[in-house]
């Protein structure tokens, strides 16, 4: 009688995941192996040819370019990363500590969802009109005679899509770390405060530790989706910040697909490295 | 729409004709009521949808209404990007019954055999194809003939099924049917210039250094340097801008490379939208745009000219594709779609956007003589000029941007063109955008 229940509940447990499985299978692992498949076909320029070859990888490990690419994609991580961080851990701190009221914490928790209401691309286009040699925050800046001549920094430029991307990619941040920071218990705080421990000496030893699962996670979000985003530097890098995205994108564009495919390829794999490496060093599982 | 009318009798008289069950004799006879072209599917022609893929600056509702309006079948346009349009052809060459895409892909596209070539002796209107695609390569005997890949290279196969390029005229068989085709140079805002600009090296003079835009798509964009450098001074003439070897291309990237550290790249543009957008602002005061666009700009009360150059234009040609799984039927109605096309009607709307329909002397017979001479003869408009939806583009005495259809297409300096060094200079390309 046990065994039947417990191969019934095996059963039934395949039964759940199957949705999931097959989603994966054809939206995930399909698409990845069709694009492995295509990376060593050989390529002359114009035409795919059914033919394979290591030609590609070998291009993108032997270019000065994809160094280059790597190199500017890091820092717009590096920086979104950081900004980020500590934007997101301190609104998450706010509404968690700060707070009494529950209400009043979903409602702000809510408000930081409303952008998110809109269309990426409207997000994007959207900081035009302020960011522009004729926009709102020049003017401003020309009227009050802070300057003369407008900023054009501020517009088609590494910090117009950096701004972008602090913009909407905080809340991936936030969010992992407020879940995590509401479930610590408060009595440690408690304790630690009686123990004659400062703020600082809380924040630092009991609140951080206890978020790391929370910046785990925050981080695969912020690095995956900074690293993929080609969009933001069309619209407002003006298409001139050279990361790895805007590359693949570019080849795309001119029908390279095997080369492209090597360049995802690579790319896919440093992100799994980095993901690892996070899981690694901190044990999301224990929070989830 | 005079000829709408017409069409709609054709219609009601093959219908007629199905119920008495003489349909093939009708069908004929209705067709000729259209525009002489054999319709002898007619009866049950009114259930095929033909299916076609293109630009948006030439798949559009209206258009599709006339279409529509005009035949006996239904004809559904999508409007797509360039990377879309070659994607779907060489992947999913069954998801449309005809592609339009911009001829410079023809390399990539074409020897896929993912398409059928034209027989151009069942294209009633091919006579009316200007020379360019079928003997010379050049529309009149004087025209240049232009760097890169002439559309004459590419234009015709050696049979029915075959992949390769033959030289224009020593078969019936056409790859590309062409559709449109216009000539690009730069826009400018005159009024934040100030004085008049005759050359492509404006486009590097740093004295628009940060307000100069260029086309984001790689070869384009390239070509586009290449001109504004070449005419500069700063490199020395190329064999062939079209198809550059890898030291010109090194040094043409280099120079770019120099410029855009200098700021002097105020944007790159991918979008038809985004390049409006640049103009309108002010961001930009001259850069690489498309026709269409210096509409769009004017239509927001900005004043934007499409400045003629003195080294000539790059010059481009969109055509029809016919995928290989469109047969019978549906055969027959994509040439008669693609002959009403070259007919007139299609190419006096086209007019009024600014791009030529390669039969110009069919477009001449629905376009009021007015409107011909300022859209084709380049003469000060007559008549207050209208866009295809109605709206007042240009007052009495305005001359058309860059003229006469003969002073635009006939100096054409560069076609669009993929290079053979494509995959070089695509890296190269990202070498600029990373620098």
Redesign the interface.
């Known amino acids: 009688m046990a065994s039947t229940r417990s191969s019934l509940q095996r059963f039934s447990a395949a039964f759940q995941i199957t949705p999931l499985g097959v989603t994966m299978l054809l939206f995930l692992i399909g698409p990845v192996a069709v694009i492995i498949w295509m990376s060593f076909h050989k390529?002359n320029?114009?035409?795919t040819l059914d033919e394979l070859t290591v030609a590609n990888y070998v291009k993108v490990f032997t270019?000065t370019?994809t160094l280059?690419?790597y190199l500017?994609t890091a820092k717009m991580v590096a920086i979104t990363w950081v900004v980020t961080l500590l934007l997101g851990f301190s609104i998450a701190y706010f509404l968690v500590f700060d707070l009494i009221k529950l209400r009043t914490k979903l409602l702000l928790f809510m408000l930081c969802i409303v952008p998110f209401w809109t269309s990426g691309v409207i997000r994007l286009v959207a900081w035009?009109p302020f960011l522009?040699?004729?926009g709102i925050i020049n003017q401003v800046l020309i009227g009050i005679g802070i300057t003369d001549e407008p900023f054009?920094f501020l517009?088609?430029s590494e910090f117009a899509v950096l701004l972008s991307y602090v913009q909407i990619f905080t809340l991936f941040m936030m969010a992992p770390l407020f879940n995590v920071m509401a479930r610590i218990n408060r009595d440690l705080i408690e304790a630690a405060r009686d123990n004659g421990a400062s703020s600082w000496q809380i924040l630092w030893n009991v609140i951080v530790p206890l978020c790391k699962p929370g910046i785990a996670i925050g981080t695969i979000f912020v690095v995956s989706l900074v690293v993929s985003d080609f969009t933001a530097i069309?619209?407002l890098g003006?298409?001139?910040?050279?990361t790895i995205s805007?590359?693949m994108s570019?080849?795309?564009?001119?029908?390279?697909y095997p080369?492209a495919s090597a360049n995802a390829m690579v790319l896919l794999v440093v992100l799994l490295l980095i993901v690892g490496g996070i899981m690694r060093v901190v044990d999301v599982r224990k929070q989830l | 729409m005079k000829d709408g009318t017409k069409a709609k009798d054709s219609k009601g008289l093959s219908r007629r004709a199905v119920l008495k069950g003489t349909a093939a004799a009708a069908g004929v006879a209705a067709a000729a009521g259209v525009g002489g072209f054999p319709t002898v599917w007619a009866q049950d022609i009114k259930d095929i949808t033909v299916r076609t893929i293109g630009m948006a600056v030439s798949n559009m509702v209206p258009l599709q209404d006339m279409a529509n309006e005009a035949l006996d079948f239904q004809v559904k346009q999508t409007a797509a990007q360039i990377p879309d349009i070659q994607a779907r052809g060489l992947t999913q060459p069954k998801s449309a019954d005809l592609f339009e895409p911009p001829y410079m892909l023809m390399k990539f596209m074409w020897p896929s055999g993912n398409f059928q070539a034209w027989d151009t002796t069942k294209l009633p209107q091919w006579g009316a194809v200007v020379d360019l695609y079928k003997t010379s390569g050049k529309i009149w005997p004087d025209a240049w003939f232009g760097h890169g890949q002439n559309p004459s290279m590419v234009s015709t196969t050696s049979d029915h099924l075959a992949t390769d390029f033959v030289d224009p005229g020593s078969t019936k068989w056409v790859t590309n049917h062409p559709v449109l085709h216009n000539a690009d140079t730069l826009g400018i805002r005159p009024d934040l210039i100030g004085r008049p600009i005759e050359s492509w090296s404006e486009l590097v003079n740093p004295e628009f250094a940060g307000k100069s835009a260029l086309v984001s798509f790689p070869a384009i964009g390239l070509m586009d340097g290449a001109m504004a450098l070449e005419a500069a001074g700063q490199v020395p003439p190329y064999v062939n801008k079209g198809n550059m070897t890898r030291e010109e291309i090194d040094q043409t990237v280099g120079l770019l490379i120099e410029l855009k550290k200098n700021n002097h790249f105020r944007a790159l543009w991918s979008t038809f939208n985004e390049s409006v957008q640049l103009m309108v602002s002010g961001e930009v005061v001259i850069q690489s745009m498309w026709s269409p666009a210096i509409t769009a700009v004017r239509a927001q009360g900005v004043p934007c000219i499409y400045q003629d150059l003195k080294e000539g234009y790059r010059s481009w040609t969109l055509g029809h594709l016919l995928p290989r799984h469109v047969e019978g039927k549906k055969l027959g109605a994509v040439y008669d779609y693609v002959t009403w096309y070259h007919s007139g009607p299609a190419g006096a709307f086209f007019a009024r956007q600014g791009y030529y329909v390669v039969t110009p002397d069919n477009t001449k017979k629905y376009l009021p003589e007015a409107e011909w001479d300022f859209w084709f003869e380049g003469k000060p408009a007559t008549v207050p000029i209208m866009d295809p939806f109605g709206n007042l583009m240009e007052r009495e005495g305005t001359v058309r941007d860059g003229g006469s259809y003969k002073n635009r297409m006939g100096r054409v300096a560069v076609w669009n063109s993929v290079m053979d060094e494509n995959e070089y200079l695509t890296d190269k390309w990202n070498e600029f955008i990373t620098a």
């Open positions: 390529f320029g114009f035409m270019k370019l280059d690419n500017q035009v522009g040699k004729e054009q517009l088609f069309r619209i003006g298409a001139r910040v050279g805007m590359s570019n080849q795309i564009g001119m029908v390279q080369p």
